[in-house]
């Protein structure tokens, strides 16, 4: 995740309990007796463009081992002289491995945390805590995904995409970005377009591609022209509502999102990350943190009016 949490199955929508040992290589479920705070060093830390700083850490616990796709951690930014966060932010994992113990985060610079975070310099150490959160569900016998993808959340789903190539799932892919140089392809991608089918698509802000309209249209041509086993998306406040609606139109697509939302624990206690959800017609407030951040589309309440 990012400054806000992004964005694991949560109870609702995670597999039946019959699938699980079958899934057990592909599925993902909460590993909360995992949970723990880590000492890492620094290992690399770069800028990638003009606002996003790629983060790799080293610790001595099995990171990679533990840590599943759509999954974060609260990372204790270092002070500085002008730059005090309080807070441990928490930010969704971009990477793990090869090694055990370690774990790449990509974030956009942008407030008192990540600029702090920014200064922490290579053989430095910082503090981190998780696995938190849920996971996505990628069940082995899907064929094909849409993942839809904006700004950093592009960090919080490329894990995704490596699983799914590992497993042999067919990509669809849709990147937006404000433009060109904003988008971080490859970074996102990391190979997997080359390991399996993938039909990649970028869209702009700065050509129009990415509005709503044009999405739309994107989305069910690719929509019609195969079947899609689940839809993912995280990134985008629009691109979410767009996809829940489009969706009833495709009942046999399931949809899955990363919710960010700025947090406080990261552990479900202080309850500053509640949101809105309608499961059902059951309506009720739950935590992004500790029930999600990974929920259904289909059970995210856009707009909430109190009074």
């Not at 404000?178 to 089918?197: I, N, S, Y």
């Not at 509005?211 to 249209?217: G, P």
């Not at 949809?255 to 552990?267: S, W």
Request: aromatic share 6%.
């Amino acid at each position: 995740m990012t400054q806000t949490a992004v964005d694991n199955p949560s109870p609702p929508f995670a597999p039946a309990e019959a699938k699980v040992a079958a899934a057990a290589k592909v599925c993902f479920q909460r590993n909360a007796d995992s949970v723990a705070s880590h000492r890492c060093k620094v290992a690399e830390h770069r800028w990638v463009n003009d606002r996003y700083k790629y983060l790799k850490l080293t610790a001595n616990a099995d990171l990679a081992g533990t840590t599943k796709p759509g999954q974060f951690y609260q990372l204790k930014c270092p002070g500085t002289n002008d730059l005090s966060p309080f807070l441990l932010r928490p930010m969704s994992v971009y990477g793990v491995g090869p090694e055990a113990g370690t774990i790449e985060f990509l974030y956009n610079v942008t407030g008192v945390g990540t600029h702090a975070l920014s200064h922490l310099e290579v053989g430095g150490h910082m503090d981190i805590v998780g696995p938190l959160g849920n996971t996505f569900v990628l069940e082995p016998g899907f064929q094909r995904i849409l993942v839809v993808a904006r700004g950093v959340g592009l960090a919080t789903m490329a894990p995704l995409l490596q699983h799914a190539a590992k497993a042999g799932i067919k990509i669809t892919a849709i990147m937006s970005a404000r433009a060109p140089k904003d988008l971080m392809r490859d970074e996102f991608l990391r190979g997997a377009d080359q390991q399996v089918q993938a039909d990649v698509h970028c869209v702009y802000d700065s050509d129009g591609s990415s509005s709503v309209e044009a999405m739309e249209l994107l989305v069910r041509r690719l929509l019609d022209a195969e079947h899609h086993d689940v839809a993912y998306t995280c990134g985008s406040h629009r691109v979410l509502m767009l996809l829940q609606r489009m969706l009833k139109d495709y009942p046999r697509t399931r949809g899955e999102v990363a919710m960010e939302q700025r947090m406080a624990c990261g552990m479900g206690v202080c309850l500053s990350c509640v949101r809105l959800f309608d499961k059902d017609g059951d309506k009720q407030f739950l935590r992004v943190c500790r029930e999600g951040p990974v929920f259904p589309i289909s059970d995210v309440v856009g707009e909430v009016e109190f009074g």
